[in-house]
């Protein structure tokens, strides 16, 4: 053997379990998702930059709009949750500074980004409570107009803070099926894609789309049960 030649690692012959196929497809899933986790703070973070800037040149109805986008890239730790608690506090100072409309809006801003987020749990239940507190009495005001008597504010803010404080209706299952899809579809489309060019470059297209077609029929399976989970999610 020449010395040019790689050796293969001797920890891979101490442990032949690391070589076997659900290992590699746990480990791939794992790489896909520890991708998927950087690629999202990064989108969120980036829009989080964006909207402190704007907030520290008084552009607050700017900045909420991209407040509620890195909320929008919703991870359990990191930038979004910084969005949440941020987008949150601008609906209490443009409240304070007298514009109940823009602090109105930013907080169903915070309450639309926390309800699309939810899965098998309701993040940040504290601020969204709060952000129902709020709309409730932005809307009796509204409704009402100014010259309303205390005790109808209070009926119609009881009123709309039943409404938006009904759960939300969540179907587990089906959230089950959209994340499992999406899984599915992106690893199949990546074993396609090597497949096929892993494949003798002297076979004919057919017969290297031949090659690929196990994870070709994951990819399209994975698609179609990812666009039928967020349909009935």
Same mark, same amino acid.
């Given at each position: 053997?020449?010395?040019?030649?790689?050796? &293969?690692?001797?920890? %891979?012959?101490?442990?032949?379990? =690391?070589? *076997?196929?659900?290992?590699?497809?746990?480990?791939? /899933?794992?790489?896909?998702?520890?991708?998927?986790?950087?690629?999202?703070?990064?989108? $969120?973070?980036?829009?989080?930059? =964006?909207?402190? /800037?704007? $907030? /520290?040149?008084?552009?607050?109805?700017?900045?909420?709009?991209?407040? #509620?986008?890195?909320?929008?890239?919703?991870?359990?730790?990191?930038?979004?949750?910084?969005?949440?608690?941020?987008?949150?506090? %601008?609906?209490? *100072?443009?409240?304070?500074?007298?514009?109940?409309?823009?602090?109105?809006?930013?907080? =169903?801003?915070?309450?639309?980004? %926390?309800?699309?987020?939810?899965?098998? !749990?309701?993040?940040?239940?504290?601020?969204?409570? %709060?952000?129902?507190?709020?709309?409730?009495?932005?809307?009796?005001?509204?409704?009402?107009? &100014?010259?309303?008597?205390?005790?109808?504010?209070?009926?119609?803010?009881?009123?709309?803070? $039943?409404?938006?404080?009904? $759960?939300?209706?969540?179907?587990?299952?089906? !959230?089950?099926?959209?994340?499992?899809?999406?899984?599915?579809?992106?690893?199949?489309?990546?074993?396609?894609?090597?497949? #096929?060019?892993?494949?003798?470059?002297?076979?004919?297209?057919?017969?290297?789309?031949?090659?690929?077609?196990?994870?070709?029929?994951? #990819?399209?399976?994975? !698609? /179609?049960?990812?666009?039928?989970?967020?349909?009935?999610?």
């Amino acid at each position: 053997m020449s010395r040019l030649s790689p050796k &293969p690692a001797a920890w %891979l012959n101490t442990a032949p379990w =690391l070589k *076997s196929r659900p290992v590699r497809a746990l480990a791939s /899933a794992l790489l896909f998702l520890a991708f998927l986790a950087v690629f999202m703070e990064v989108k $969120a973070s980036r829009e989080l930059s =964006l909207a402190d /800037a704007l $907030a /520290a040149r008084g552009l607050s109805a700017d900045a909420a709009v991209h407040y #509620f986008r890195s909320l929008n890239w919703y991870s359990p730790l990191g930038s979004s949750q910084n969005a949440a608690g941020r987008l949150a506090a %601008l609906g209490d *100072s443009l409240e304070a500074a007298g514009d109940r409309e823009g602090a109105c809006l930013a907080f =169903l801003r915070l309450r639309s980004a %926390l309800c699309a987020a939810r899965s098998f !749990y309701m993040p940040r239940r504290d601020l969204l409570e %709060l952000a129902n507190g709020r709309i409730a009495d932005c809307l009796a005001r509204e409704r009402l107009g &100014p010259a309303a008597a205390p005790e109808d504010l209070r009926r119609e803010r009881g009123r709309f803070l $039943a409404i938006y404080s009904a $759960a939300p209706v969540m179907n587990e299952g089906w !959230y089950l099926a959209a994340a499992g899809g999406f899984l599915i579809w992106t690893l199949g489309g990546v074993l396609a894609v090597f497949r #096929f060019f892993k494949a003798e470059p002297s076979l004919p297209f057919t017969r290297r789309l031949h090659a690929a077609r196990a994870p070709s029929i994951c #990819f399209a399976a994975g !698609y /179609a049960l990812w666009i039928l989970g967020m349909a009935f999610a």
